[in-house]
């Protein structure tokens, strides 16, 4: 009887799998990324080097001594001090205890302060409160903190925003009102995101993660855009990171363009060099999980797209490695034998520059 | 939390327990690649690539160049202080150094 090994589902339930079967499906999931995105497939050996690790018999397994990457964090605090419904913990902390635990207590490499809505427009109300914070945990801070949101351009249309909810006008077959509606909600986002981050940059902010870039299409991602080239124009020096909502750009819109590039069906390689030349410092790639596909096929598709980013940003590159992207399983409490093997497939395969 | 911890253990760089954030802060003050972003560190601090993720040679390296260590020593820079050691350090600016020479009269 062949061995099986102990692998994971895109959901992460335990699944066992034959060296066999391991292979047919990295191949598979592979073959499917360098469909999608006309990208090149991985080599022999990288293909050899992810089955070593998803079969290394440890429950935990870590990159080689000296291949070691910063970390960056969505979220921020709220994983320790918000509610399921950020996959918090519930601790009740301040934000600077949250901040201060990441840096000292967990090994964080740099942190990130974020609104508890976690979107750029829930801030504006309390802004004086977010520079606040933003100031004294900069006092008591060493490593790189940034300010962390979404842009999250479905806050601006009804009933939640000004502008009519741009579903409605196309159920409506109000294509062209749609198109305008994103047009205008796009121009509200830069505008909020440049104001909020005008104020933390006062309060002392390294600089800013844009979580979740093109959450809401195209509109989203061509928002997020202008707003880092204006953020860049104003404060040369200031840390921008621009991580991804999901690997294709949806165009919700169709006809946004950025630097002359349509945004709609965007894959991860394509994003890139338009975040660094928006001014983006760092890249945050991502690639969705399958929850009905084994750990290796979402692996093996997810090393795919990654390596080829890295390849083709001219700007680092931290993959997004949260629950169900990058080969992580889509659950809330993500299995350690499936992470750690994901992050050590990213690192020594993909070559991502962080995490 | 225990995947971000997951990372963390798995490919992190320790943050101030080593070096990572010295070395998050060259990839987002100048673009570099992690390569270099580590090579350039090592540089200014020294020692070998491989010695920025290695807690046993930055504990004591830390303390002594006054850039913040994990656990906490009274009366070491900590906070603005330990990182207007990492600016010299580094040879760069940041923003909450540059706000907090802002302020003195």
Same mark, same amino acid.
């Given at each position: 009887?062949?061995?099986?090994?102990?692998?994971?589902?895109?959901?992460?339930?335990?699944?066992?799998?034959?060296?066999?079967?391991?292979?047919?499906?990295?191949?598979?999931?592979?073959?499917?990324?360098?469909?999608?995105?006309?990208?090149?497939?991985?080599?022999?050996?990288?293909?050899?080097?992810?089955?070593?690790?998803?079969?290394?018999?440890?429950?935990?397994?870590?990159?080689?001594?000296?291949?070691?990457?910063?970390?960056?964090?969505?979220?921020?605090?709220?994983?320790?001090?918000?509610?399921?419904?950020?996959?918090?913990?519930?601790?009740?902390?301040?934000?600077? %205890?949250?901040? !201060?635990?990441?840096?000292? $207590?967990? &090994? *964080? =490499?740099?942190?990130?302060?974020?609104?508890?809505?976690?979107?750029?427009?829930?801030?504006?109300?309390?802004?004086?409160?977010?520079?606040?914070?933003?100031?004294?945990?900069?006092?008591?801070?060493?490593?790189?903190?940034?300010?962390?949101?979404?842009?999250?351009?479905?806050?601006?249309?009804?009933?939640?925003?000004?502008?009519?909810?741009?579903?409605?006008?196309?159920?409506?077959?109000?294509?062209?009102?749609?198109?305008?509606?994103?047009?205008?909600?796009?121009?509200?986002?830069?505008?909020?995101? %440049?104001?909020? !981050?005008?104020?933390?940059? $006062?309060? &002392? *902010? =390294?600089?800013?993660?844009?979580?979740?870039?093109?959450?809401?299409?195209?509109?989203?991602?061509?928002?997020?855009?202008?707003?880092?080239?204006?953020?860049?124009?104003?404060?040369?020096?200031?840390?921008?990171?621009?991580?991804?909502?999901?690997?294709?750009?949806?165009?919700?819109?169709?006809?946004?363009?950025?630097?002359?590039?349509?945004?709609?069906?965007?894959?991860?390689?394509?994003?890139?060099?338009?975040?660094?030349?928006?001014?983006?410092?760092?890249?945050?790639?991502?690639?969705?999980?399958?929850?009905?596909?084994?750990?290796?096929?979402?692996?093996?598709? *997810?090393?795919?797209?990654?390596?080829?980013?890295?390849?083709?940003?001219?700007?680092?590159?931290?993959?997004?490695?949260?629950?169900?992207?990058?080969?992580?399983?889509?659950?809330?409490?993500?299995?350690?034998?499936?992470?750690?093997?994901?992050?050590?497939?990213?690192?020594?395969?993909?070559?991502?520059?962080?995490? | 939390?225990?995947?971000?911890?997951?990372?963390?253990?798995?490919?992190?760089?320790?943050?101030?327990?080593?070096?990572?954030?010295?070395?998050?802060?060259?990839?987002?003050?100048?673009?570099?690649?992690?390569?270099?972003?580590?090579?350039?560190?090592?540089?200014?601090?020294?020692?070998?690539?491989?010695?920025?993720?290695?807690?046993?040679?930055?504990?004591?390296?830390?303390?002594?160049?006054?850039?913040?260590?994990?656990?906490?020593?009274?009366?070491?820079?900590?906070?603005?202080?330990?990182?207007?050691?990492?600016?010299?350090?580094?040879?760069?600016?940041?923003?909450?150094?540059?706000?907090?020479?802002?302020?003195?009269?």
């Amino acid at each position: 009887m062949a061995t099986e090994y102990k692998l994971r589902m895109g959901d992460g339930k335990r699944i066992f799998m034959t060296k066999e079967q391991i292979i047919a499906d990295l191949k598979e999931g592979m073959a499917d990324a360098a469909d999608l995105g006309s990208i090149p497939d991985l080599s022999a050996d990288e293909i050899d080097k992810l089955v070593d690790i998803l079969t290394m018999p440890s429950r935990m397994v870590g990159v080689e001594l000296g291949k070691e990457v910063p970390v960056t964090h969505d979220i921020g605090t709220i994983r320790l001090d918000g509610d399921q419904g950020n996959s918090g913990v519930g601790i009740p902390s301040s934000r600077l %205890v949250g901040v !201060m635990m990441h840096e000292r $207590a967990f &090994g *964080a =490499d740099t942190m990130e302060l974020g609104h508890i809505d976690y979107s750029f427009k829930p801030a504006k109300p309390v802004i004086a409160q977010e520079m606040q914070t933003m100031e004294v945990c900069q006092q008591n801070t060493i490593v790189p903190l940034f300010y962390g949101a979404m842009p999250n351009m479905g806050l601006y249309y009804t009933p939640d925003g000004p502008f009519e909810n741009p579903g409605d006008l196309m159920k409506a077959f109000k294509i062209k009102e749609a198109q305008e509606s994103m047009e205008h909600a796009a121009k509200h986002l830069t505008r909020d995101i %440049v104001w909020i !981050m005008q104020r933390m940059m $006062a309060s &002392g *902010a =390294d600089g800013v993660n844009f979580d979740t870039v093109g959450a809401a299409g195209d509109g989203d991602m061509f928002a997020s855009l202008h707003a880092i080239e204006a953020l860049r124009k104003q404060y040369p020096d200031m840390y921008i990171e621009a991580g991804m909502a999901g690997e294709l750009m949806l165009g919700l819109h169709g006809e946004m363009e950025y630097d002359g590039t349509v945004l709609a069906g965007l894959w991860p390689h394509q994003q890139a060099p338009l975040a660094a030349k928006a001014g983006a410092n760092v890249f945050g790639p991502v690639v969705n999980t399958n929850t009905s596909r084994s750990g290796a096929w979402n692996l093996g598709r *997810a090393v795919t797209f990654i390596k080829q980013a890295v390849k083709d940003s001219p700007i680092p590159c931290h993959v997004n490695m949260g629950m169900g992207v990058g080969g992580i399983p889509m659950l809330e409490t993500p299995t350690i034998d499936a992470v750690s093997r994901a992050s050590k497939a990213m690192v020594e395969i993909a070559g991502v520059d962080g995490i | 939390m225990g995947m971000p911890i997951s990372h963390i253990m798995t490919s992190g760089m320790s943050g101030i327990r080593a070096a990572g954030d010295l070395v998050a802060r060259m990839e987002f003050a100048k673009n570099m690649r992690v390569g270099d972003a580590k090579d350039y560190v090592a540089k200014k601090l020294s020692v070998s690539t491989d010695d920025l993720s290695d807690e046993y040679v930055m504990r004591e390296l830390r303390e002594e160049l006054g850039i913040g260590v994990i656990t906490s020593v009274a009366g070491a820079p900590k906070g603005i202080a330990a990182k207007m050691n990492i600016e010299k350090l580094l040879d760069i600016k940041i923003n909450s150094c540059q706000k907090f020479r802002g302020q003195l009269r």
